[in-house]
């Protein structure tokens, strides 16, 4: 008799055991099915801004890829091309709750990017376009470059001091940290083309 109170007291526990381990294993299922917070004021518009800004970027760095022959100049279009791909993936990811997450960064379109261009924005895309490749061409984009660094930087600065939102607080310090780094190189590269 005690032999068999001994193994349905076993099986109980596993059984219990069991249902705790699926249970767990569920929960960040589920929180991860729950809608995120919604985006306050600030979080939107700091959304917002850097994509204005960063797509301009995006955008002449996707020109300069095929116009610029100084070597530090071509590596830092490649650089910068590829960071706005993941900037603009990570920030839409933040303005559609309940988006799968996904390891690979989808780079956005031409027309998604102008889409996000405002008409400063347009106007220098439009004039990069334009510019034949050559050594004004490679001056210009590295100025263009630090003026839409230093705006970014502007705006992670204004988004820092209303931070508001746990996530977004995270990209504006991550962002600064390398705008800041941008525009130390870019003054570098500056130098070199003279």
Known sequence: M???????????GATLAGGAVRAQSSAPAAASAMPAPALSD??????????????????????????????????FADFEAAEQDGIADVLKGRT??????????VAPTDAE???????EGRAAVARFRDMAAGPEFEK???????????????????????????????????????????LVILGDIAKHLG
């Not at 001994?6 to 099986?11: K, P, T």
């Not at 518009?45 to 610029?68: E, F």
């Not at 210009?140 to 939102?165: T, W």
Request: glycine letters at 8%; a positive charge.
């Open 42 to 75: 600030a979080a939107r518009t700091h959304i917002r801004d850097t994509l204005a800004a960063g797509s301009q970027s995006l955008m002449i760095s996707r020109i300069a890829q095929g116009k610029l022959k100084h070597p530090m100049g071509r590596q």
């Open 140 to 182: 210009a984009y590295i100025q263009a470059e630090v003026d839409g660094h230093r705006k970014l930087l502007g705006i992670q600065d204004a988004y820092l001091q209303v931070a508001d939102d746990a996530a977004e607080t995270d990209i504006a310090k991550l962002a600064k940290g390398r705008i800041q780094e941008h």
């Open 113 to 119: 990017v102008e889409a996000n261009l405002d008409a």
């Open 2 to 12: 005690q032999r068999r109170t001994l193994l349905a007291g076993l099986a109980a």
């Open 96 to 105: 559609m709750p309940g988006a799968k997450p996904t390891g690979a960064t």
